[in-house]
C-alpha cells in the first residue's frame, strides 16, 4: 500500500508544472503578430515562451495581471507582481531596445500622443524603462484611468500626476444649479459660472440677480454646492471624483 501511494504521488507530481525561478514582466511589452504570449510578457520564460496569453485585434490590448498571473503559474512560471499591477498594455510592433548604461527604472508612458482635455483610456499608457521617474510618477494606471489631459502630451514620455486633472464637468459661462443646505433645510438657486470645474473643484458663480460672486464646488455636471457641504467637499479634496 505505501509503495503504490508514493506511486500515485509520484505521478501526481509530474503531472504538475513545477514552478521555475522567478520571472519578470518586460518593460516594454509587445508582440508582433497580434499573438501574445507569454514570451512576450516575461523574461525568462523558457518553454513556455510559446503559450498563447490573448489574441490583439487592434493597436493594443489590454491584459487582467491577475489573470495572467494565474496562466503563468499553470505553465510553471512564478511571477510576484511586485509592482501591484492591475492591468498589462501590450502594444503591437517589436518590443523597443534601451540605450546601453540607461533605462533602469520602471515607469508608465504615453503609448500614443494626447490632446489637451482627452479622457484617459486603459490602452493609452505602456510600462517602459527610463533613467529615472517623475517625482509623483504613478504606481498604478487605475491612478491615470479617466483623468483628463491637462495639456497635449506626448507619445512616449513618462506619465506623471501633474499631466491629468478630473474631469471638467462645469463649462466657464454655462448656467448652473447651486444647493446650501444645513440642518434639513435646503436652498437653491441659478448662477452663472464664472470658469470650468472639475468635480470637487471650487469656482465661482455669479447671482443673476446681485450680480454678486458665491463660492461653490462643482460636484456634477451642471450642478454644484456652497456652505457646510461645499466645506466638507473641500477638505476631502477633488481625488475622490476622479473616474476609474
Known amino acids: 500500500m505505501r509503495t503504490a501511494l508514493l506511486l500515485a504521488l509520484g505521478a501526481a507530481l509530474a503531472a504538475s508544472p513545477a514552478l521555475a525561478g522567478p520571472v519578470s514582466l518586460k518593460a516594454d511589452v509587445a508582440d508582433s503578430d497580434g ?16 503559450m498563447l496569453v490573448a489574441t490583439r485585434a487592434g493597436p493594443t490590448v489590454v491584459l487582467d495581471a491577475g489573470a495572467v498571473q494565474m496562466m ?15 492591468r498589462i498594455v ?11 548604461g540607461r533605462g533602469n527604472v ?14 484617459v483610456q486603459p490602452e493609452d499608457m505602456v510600462w517602459g524603462k ?3 521617474a ?4 504613478p504606481r ?6 479617466g483623468m483628463a489631459a491637462r495639456r497635449p502630451l506626448r507619445e512616449g514620455a513618462s506619465v506623471s500626476l501633474r499631466d491629468v486633472s478630473a474631469q471638467q464637468v462645469i463649462k466657464a ?7 446650501w443646505s444645513s440642518g434639513g433645510i435646503t436652498l437653491s438657486l441659478q448662477g452663472k459660472a464664472m470658469s470650468a470645474a472639475a468635480a470637487g473643484q471650487t469656482f465661482n458663480v455669479q447671482n443673476p440677480v446681485s450680480k454678486k460672486l458665491i463660492e461653490a464646488v462643482a460636484t456634477a455636471p451642471g450642478q454644484a454646492v456652497t456652505g457646510p457641504e461645499a466645506l466638507r467637499l473641500k477638505a476631502a479634496g477633488p481625488a475622490q471624483y476622479a473616474a476609474r
Open 140 to 145: 498604478d494606471a487605475d491612478a491615470i484611468i
Open 106 to 119: 520602471e515607469v508608465l508612458t504615453w503609448s500614443r500622443s494626447l490632446n489637451a482635455g482627452e479622457i
Open 173 to 179: 459661462g454655462e448656467m448652473v444649479q447651486i444647493t
Open 35 to 50: 499573438r501574445v504570449t507569454l514570451g512576450d510578457l516575461f523574461d525568462g520564460a523558457g518553454g513556455a515562451a510559446g
Open 72 to 86: 503563468a503559474r499553470r505553465a510553471g512560471l512564478d511571477w510576484g507582481n511586485p509592482n501591484g499591477l492591475r
Open 134 to 137: 517623475p517625482s509623483d510618477a
Open 130 to 132: 527610463a533613467a529615472g
Open 90 to 100: 501590450v502594444r503591437g510592433g517589436a518590443a523597443a531596445s534601451a540605450p546601453a
